[in-house]
């Protein structure tokens, strides 16, 4: 492989990285709570929690264009967060 297509190999697995994280919360979780007796309605009630990743792409763009004040746009929302 040359040494060219590193850097792009880094970015994707840091890129990936991320969603490693959500996959293992979203496909251990339910597990857990059904090896602690948990109802299998409180399972179906958690996966509800990972709605907005599945639609991401549909909200994000509006949150990015409103600002809350006169702190600019990145810092409104990390205030509000």
């Known amino acids: 492989m040359e040494s060219r297509y590193m850097p792009r190999i880094g970015m994707v697995a840091l890129a ?11 496909s251990t979780i339910p597990v ?4 602690n007796g948990a ?5 179906g009630l ?10 991401n792409f549909l ?6 264009r409103w600002s809350l004040n ?3 746009l990145r810092r409104s929302w990390i205030l509000v967060t």
Not at 46 to 55: G, I, K, M, R
């Open 59 to 64: 909200w994000a763009p509006v949150v990015d």
């Open 46 to 55: 958690y996966s509800t929690a990972f709605v907005a990743f599945t639609v």
């Open 39 to 43: 109802s299998l309605e409180l399972v």
């Open 16 to 26: 990936s990285q991320q969603y490693l994280a959500i996959a293992f919360i979203y």
């Open 70 to 72: 006169s702190l600019g």
């Open 32 to 35: 857990i709570l059904r090896g």
